[in-house]
């Protein structure tokens, strides 16, 4: 299991929060998640196989993206 913080790029406002949080939640191998709205940022537990693509992907067809902090 691994926690990492990441940027959120193009969140500003809690409809984005929700809007990422239920996105990623869905994703197998994702167990927790904390979004800090005020610094655009999400930390995220997740499983050892996933990788930031593999978040960025299910995040594709919105104007979101993740980055390393």
């Not at 299991?1 to 940027?7: A, G, I, R, V, Y």
């Not at 655009?40 to 993206?65: A, G, S």
């Amino acid at each position: 299991m691994e926690k990492q913080t990441f940027t959120v790029q193009g969140m500003s406002c809690s409809h984005c929060a929700q809007t990422i949080q239920d996105l990623l939640l869905a994703i197998d191998g994702v167990e927790n998640l904390h979004i800090q709205l005020d610094n655009k940022e999400v930390t995220i537990e997740f499983q050892d196989h996933l990788t930031i693509e593999d978040l960025n992907h299910q995040l594709k067809d919105t104007h979101y993206q993740l980055s390393k902090k």
